[in-house]
């Protein structure tokens, strides 16, 4: 999407040309002045004219887990409320469907109501696979079809985003991993959480495999004069000891800035490692936990400057129209089960 070139309002009092020239501030790249006056001298009602405005200054939304367990008309509010900010793009951080069938019909029914509802906005969307999307062969095999490939990467005005699946395992650790994960979702309570399936550590830091490695270390070494590098995932792969293959990927970026999004938790946390900023989102329509108060729907808003990426979570019970509300009736929703008890 071609960035579009913004300019403040300019005012002209019938000054005389002299004084209107010399008011101007900053001129855009064509040489026109995106800010203009008709004041001469040093007392004027602003702190400043430093205006930050770069041709490099963008912004991009990323929104948090929908599934498993998506909250009716949560996800339709935040494309709506993104519809509003308008940033260049939107990424996402996986789990975007419920997924729980591997009937194709039925696969491809839940991506049509998905696609629906993220083309309602102007702003392209960017998907990132869970495991709700992407555990299973038949879920990878539906996604291939409509969207090509598990994971890729781009360019977008000098910083490269690399979009990672962390459900990239052997067949046959997927075959243990789906029924183990069948078999649990029969038990509840303490039978639940000492099942085979709560024991395999790919339940909450997932796996990168060589192959996906490989090809991230190529791609990295391939753009080594990019300004920042981004990257989405769904689980906190890093997070597992004794997987090499993530390891060899942060390796590969040791000498350059990057940034780590990543959801599964349905919980926004925040930490530090190797210098480096690793966030796992929240919600934007997915279950809640009621007991946590970092545990609520939002949307991430991303702007990259020239010293950097700035970082602002913002609750979708905080972004309202012009009306004053939440758009597409949401007064009404809970967007914080710890506040509202909704029903889980």
Known sequence: MKESKIRTA?????????AFIMGCSESSSDG?????HDFVSTA?????????????KFSFAIIGDLNGGERPAIF??????????RPDLILSVGDLIDG???DAGSLHAEWDFFDERALRSPVPLFRVGGNHDLTAQ????????????LYYHFIYNDVLFLVLDTEDYTPERRIEIRDARNAASELIGEELAQSSYYEMPERQTGNI???????????IAAHPEVRWTMLFMHKPVWAREDEPDFVAIETALSDRPYSVFGGHYHILSHEVRNGRDYTQLSTTGGSQN???????????LVTMTEDGPSVAHLRLDGILDESGHVPVAGDDLCFQASRCGAPQ
Do not use: C
């Open 32 to 36: 026109e002045a995106i800010f203009q």
């Open 290 to 300: 009621p007991s946590s108060d970092m545990a609520f729907d939002h949307i991430t």
């Open 100 to 102: 729980v069938s591997e």
């Open 10 to 18: 300019r005012w002209t009092f019938g000054v005389p040309l002299l």
């Open 76 to 85: 339709e509010v935040a494309i709506e409320q993104l519809t509003a900010l």
């Open 44 to 56: 004027v009602p602003w702190t400043h004219d430093r205006f930050d405005k770069n041709d490099g």
């Open 209 to 219: 495999g060589p192959e996906q490695s490989a090809y991230f270390q190529e791609v």
């Open 138 to 149: 038949a879920l990878r095999d539906v996604w291939i079809e409509r969207y090509g490939a």
